[in-house]
Nanobody, 120 residues
């Protein structure tokens, strides 16, 4: 059994900051890429940021330098620092991890999502 547990979402005023966390646990042999997708109300889920096991990062063009993704490999945890929040950042933020799990073929695993709401 593998779990991805997100935390750190909430209600924030425009211009504020949040730090999302996602911890993976279970019979994990190896974690490759970890990342965050987000889904705004009425829109499709889109990639926000991802980071490889070696630390290479990719960000969506719309992020405009306001997001920073990082990971703590010994803790199997990925973080997303979000600064200068705008209402358009509102949505569900989903963590994912491409993992090799004991007795399972390697694949992507997903968290349940954490809500980020940017409003005054």
């Amino acid at each position: 059994q593998v779990h991805l547990v997100e935390s750190g979402g909430g209600l924030v005023q425009p211009g504020g900051s949040l730090r999302l966390s996602c911890a993976a646990s279970g019979n994990i042999i190896m974690i490759d890429t970890m990342g965050w997708y987000r889904q705004a109300p009425g829109k499709q889920r889109e990639l926000a940021a991802r980071i490889t096991g070696g630390g290479a990062t990719t960000y969506a063009d719309s992020i405009e330098g306001r997001f920073t993704i990082s990971r703590d490999n010994p803790k199997n945890t990925v973080y997303l620092q979000i600064n200068s929040l705008v209402p358009e950042d509102t949505g569900l933020y989903y963590c994912y991890a491409r993992m090799l799990v004991r007795n399972q073929p390697g694949r992507d695993y997903w968290g349940q999502g954490t809500q980020v709401t940017v409003s005054s």
